[in-house]
Structures are given as C-alpha cells and as structure tokens.
C-alpha cells in the first residue's frame, strides 16, 4: 500500500486554532497524513530534539503564521523562539539538508484582516514584538510566501498543493525502494563478497531515483500524433471536395507542427532539470504514456492554479527586488561623497560594483552612465545608457533614458541619431506634465540646440 505524505501543521492555538482543523481537513482530502504537537514538555532542549525528531519523519511543513507568538519553552531558547517559530526553523534547516525534492516548507502569512480566532488574552508587549520580528523576515526574506484573505483562500491553496504532494509521495516511496534494494545488494555483498554491492549499486540509485525520459520514444508519439491528425483531417476536406489548397494549408500546418517536436523535447529536458516542478513532472509523465492531448488537458486544468503561483512569486520578487535596492542605497550616498572629495575613480568603481549587484535597478544603471559620460568615456556611457532604454518603467524614467542617450549622440556628432530620441523624450515629457512644465522647457531647449547645431 503506497505510503502518505506525512505534513507537518505549525501554527498558533491562541488565533489559528479554526485555521488548524481546516488544513488539516485539506491535507486530508489530497491523500497526506497531517501531524500535529499540541503537548510539549517543559524543558527547550528536550523540545527541541524531540521536534526534531517529528518533524524529520515528514515530507514537508505547512507554517501558518499569525498575530500571536503564541507558547514557548521554557527557560527560553536562545535566542528566543516561540514553539511555532522554532518548529519553521527546524523545517527549513532539513530543507537545507534534504533539498526542495525531499523537504517542501509552505508559509502563509495572515494579514492583520485575516479572521483569527478571537484571543482569550491579551499577549505582552515583548511577544507582540518578537512576532513581530518573525513575521517581518518572512515577509522580507528570500523564501516564497503566500497571503490568504480567507479561511477559504487557504483551504484552495492547501487543496492545490496536490500535484506536489505525489510528487513528495512518489519521492518518499523511491526512497523506501532504494534502501530495501540497498538491504538486499548489503546482503548480497556481505554474502558473496564485495562484488554484489559494487555492481548493483549504481543501477538501483538510478532506477530508484532518476526517472529517464525517453526523448526519441516522446518524439515519435508526438510525430505520429500529428501525422494522424493531418490524415485525418485530409480525409475530411476531400470528402468534402475542398479545393487544393485546403490540402496544402493542412500540409503547411502538419510541417509547422512537426518542426516544433525537437523543440517540445528540448523543453521537457529542461523543465526536468534541476528542481523541477510537480505538474511539469506530471505533464511529462503524460505526455510520455499518454499523449499530448491528455497532457494539454492536464495543464490546461492547473492553469488558473499556475498563474496564482507566479503571480505571487512575481510579487515576491519585486519586494526582494526593492529590498536589494535599499540595501545598496548607502553605496550610491557613498559614490556620492567620494565625488564631492574629487575620488573619481574610486566613485566609478563603486557605481560599477552596485550596478552588477542589481543589473536592472534603473537608477544604478543610469548614475554609472552619468559617471562614465562626466568622466568622457562615452563608448562604455553608451552601452549603460542603451541598456537603460530597456529598463525603463515609468514614462518620467522612459524620457530620462531617451533624452541621456541623445546628449551622448550629440556629445559624439550623432546628431542625426540624436534628434528623434530627443523628440520622443519631449513627447512624453508634454503628455506627462504639460507643456508649462520645467521639464519641458528643458527638453525643448535641448532639441533648439541641436537643431542649431545640424545647421
């Protein structure tokens, strides 16, 4: 009998105890084993060791983090943790040691209008702040979260993470059949010498382990099932005497689609690559057993659930984005002053290590362009400043980019280059702030200029 996923629920009694039941209720309805610790004993140490313990015989932690710091042991882990908090610790630390393959960690944050439990006391002041704490660094951190504004946003989400659970299922039964073969295979070699082990070793990690895609098998279905459809649909227009050149467009068609199969190929071998993720392991799986159409009806039926995913994802990476920005701020403050004491160099320098460390912030793009074109280096002030054209978001960062890039062209005698980038820089700035605006008699006085100049 397949074994379940067994997944851990980490959350507060004091404001999630609904929240408790409902995922435990969901992990139920997608075939996993939730498991739970509401008795502790007194001591930290013994805590946190038996935890340990719990939580290592799962395959992945759901972490729901409220309003509430909740219990914690006592005398206090240092530094101070609360149950909770140190249940999300000791799940990432084997996240870190097993991989995202073999340990998943699932965090939802509740907002402030989340529908908690109501308390039945008021927490102290130090607790507020040390929950505080940890949800700002989960908020601000590197990991993915997610924000559920209901109990049944939560539920869905629970619900959806099916796919990945067999896929933690599918690892977890892997694992039992490597180490039975790894039993036999010692029994083996401890019976009939060291041959036994040496030999079968390698084969039963890989057909434990690694599942092989067979390209050239996944290819020819997919040819075929496209040669079908093209017979098929032949047939069709000559029954119904479509002239031949309905013929030729559905020939058209079929060779389109048949130079498209190497590419099919190449991105399954991709996707599969690395940490893949479990609907593209499945989608692959399908496509192999079952065809491509079975397959779109599979994606088809997680694409809603996908674009959730990445929609959140992006979220998360323009705050990790933002923070990386703030965080290199003090650098630009520091370019700054080194050029106020005249340390061109050591200003440059310094632009140049901020821009490789957020190679898409704007800003430090365009101030490393300004630095090389005030230092006249315009060949390398120009590749800064036409790679900003593509950075560009707001329509205020959209003219600044067009309107650099075209002082450095008529700063090199590109003036015919020069003009339309600086018409278009003026167009935006009119439609943005008028045409009384100081950015707009800027730019115009710019254009007059070069326009005198091309005389």
């Known amino acids: 009998m397949p074994t379940r996923p067994n997944v851990f629920i980490s959350a507060t009694s004091g404001d999630l ?57 006592q005398p206090p882990h240092k530094p101070r943790r609360s149950y909770t908090q140190l249940e999300y610790d000791i799940a990432r630390d084997l996240q870190r040691k097993r991989g995202d393959k073999r340990f998943r960690v699932y965090v939802f944050v509740c907002a402030e209008g ?21 949800r700002r660094a989960l ?38 059949r490597l180490a039975w073969g790894l039993a036999a295979v010692l029994s083996v070699g401890l019976v009939g010498g060291g041959y036994g082990l040496y030999h079968y070793l390698p084969i039963l990690t890989a057909k434990a382990v690694a599942h092989e895609l067979d390209a050239e ?45 190497d590419d099919v190929i190449t991105t399954i071998k991709d996707g599969l690559a690395g940490n893949p993720d479990p609907i593209f392991i499945e989608a692959s799986r399908i496509i192999e057993k079952e065809g491509s159409d079975a397959a779109l009806a ?21 705050a990790a984005e933002d923070k990386l920005h703030k965080t290199l701020k003090p650098l630009i ?45 315009y060949p390398e002030a120009e590749t800064e400043w036409t790679a900003l054209q593509g950075l560009a978001q707001s329509d205020a960062e959209k003219a600044t980019a067009l309107n650099n890039l075209a002082q450095l062209l008529k700063a090199t005698n590109r003036l015919s280059e020069a003009e339309p980038l600086m018409r278009r820089a003026l167009a935006i700035y009119e439609a943005s702030y008028g045409k009384d605006h100081p950015n707009v008699a800027t730019a115009l006085n710019n254009l007059a200029q070069l326009l005198g100049n091309s005389q």
């Open 217 to 261: 098998a996944v290819a020819s279905r997919l040819r075929t099932e496209i040669n079908n459809r093209f017979d098929r649909d032949a047939a069709i227009a000559r029954e119904q005497q479509q002239n031949w050149q309905a013929i030729r467009e559905l020939e058209r068609n079929r060779d389109l689609a048949l130079a498209r199969v």
């Open 17 to 73: 105890r609904s929240v408790r039941g409902i995922v435990k209720e969901a992990l139920l309805t997608i075939g996993c084993h939730p498991v739970e610790q509401t008795n502790f004993p007194p001591d930290y140490r013994t805590v946190y060791d038996m935890l340990y313990g719990k939580i290592s015989d799962c395959q992945a932690l759901v972490h729901i983090v409220g309003l509430r710091y909740g219990a914690e042991p």
């Open 333 to 377: 403050l520091q370019a700054d002053l080194y050029e106020t004491s005249q340390q061109w160099e050591a200003a440059l320098t310094l632009l140049k290590q901020v821009a490789d460390k957020a190679p898409r912030w704007f800003e430090a793009r365009n101030r490393l362009g300004e630095m090389l074109y005030r230092l006249a280096r």
């Open 139 to 176: 908020l601000q951190g590197d990991f993915l979260y997610e924000t559920p504004a209901d109990y049944q946003a939560l539920k869905e989400r629970i619900q959806s993470l099916r796919e990945e659970t067999l896929g933690l299922q599918r690892q977890h039964q892997q694992r039992q």
């Open 114 to 134: 989340f529908p908690y439990d109501e308390a039945l006391d008021v927490e102290e002041a130090d607790k507020r702040e040390l929950q505080q704490q940890h």
């Open 298 to 318: 599979y994606l088809q039926s997680h694409q809603h659930d996908i674009l959730a995913k990445a929609d959140t994802a992006a979220l998360q990476a323009q």
